[in-house]
């Protein structure tokens, strides 16, 4: 599983400080039921719990995880007559920026973008997913959705000239070069009994997402 689009919605929580829960949108067929948590693998091979999915959006393949903001300490002066006089508090920062993994100018290395804008890609235009398994490819071009997975609610296609999506890239953005976000990737054609499927990937429009998650909009990348 990868996390594609990060959300958020004004709110007040009881849990976080309003404005800094932030919730990821992945694929639905990656996870079972709302209130399920949601681990991440971190750089050391611990596995630690971030969320929980809030919800889930059938036929689109979508669910939604909450990721509270993180509590830490502060203080809170204010000012009387001769003094100043400051309280312990304690305040919350996101844990999630919205922010996409894509190829880096060095070869073989990565940066991040942010990806805090929704579009569509252009009739000729080559785009990216970022994934976990390949990482990002940038070698996608808009093509007509198969017969077969329309039934199946695929509502974008695209066609790569090099590697497909892998197990485990399900949920990943769908992005331009330049970071606009353009949905999440839900289907690869590679395990798809029809082989001249073999080079597309589906993927859930960004339109799509934004409507079937009503109330949310893109979190900012910082």
């Known amino acids: 599983m990868k996390p594609g689009g990060l959300l958020t919605r004004p709110e007040v929580s ?94 073989g290395h990565e940066t991040t973008l942010p990806m805090t804008r929704q579009g569509v890609p252009g009739p000729r235009e080559t785009f990216c997913t970022s994934g976990a398994v390949p990482r990002s490819l940038c070698e996608w071009t808009s093509t007509s959705v198969p017969p077969a997975w329309v039934q199946n609610h695929v509502y974008a296609a695209a066609r790569s000239t090099g590697a497909n999506l892998l197990k485990g890239d399900s949920g990943g953005a769908v992005v331009s070069r330049t970071g606009d976000f353009y949905g999440i990737a839900t289907d690869s054609g590679l395990y798809d009994s029809d082989h001249s499927n073999i080079d597309i990937m589906g993927y859930t429009d960004a339109a799509r997402v934004l409507s079937d998650f009503r109330g949310y909009h893109m979190a900012p990348a910082s």
């Open 14 to 107: 009881p849990t976080s400080w309003p404005g800094t829960a932030r919730y990821l949108v992945i694929a639905k067929h990656c996870v079972r039921r709302t209130t399920e948590p949601i681990e991440v693998r971190t750089a050391n091979g611990t596995d630690v719990e971030v969320g929980s999915v809030v919800a889930l959006a059938d036929p689109d393949d979508l669910a939604l995880v909450r990721i509270e903001g993180s509590p830490h300490g502060a203080r809170t002066c204010s000012a009387t007559s001769g003094h100043v006089i400051c309280t312990p508090s304690t305040v919350y920062s996101p844990q999630a920026f919205n922010r996409v993994f894509l190829p880096g100018f060095t070869p």
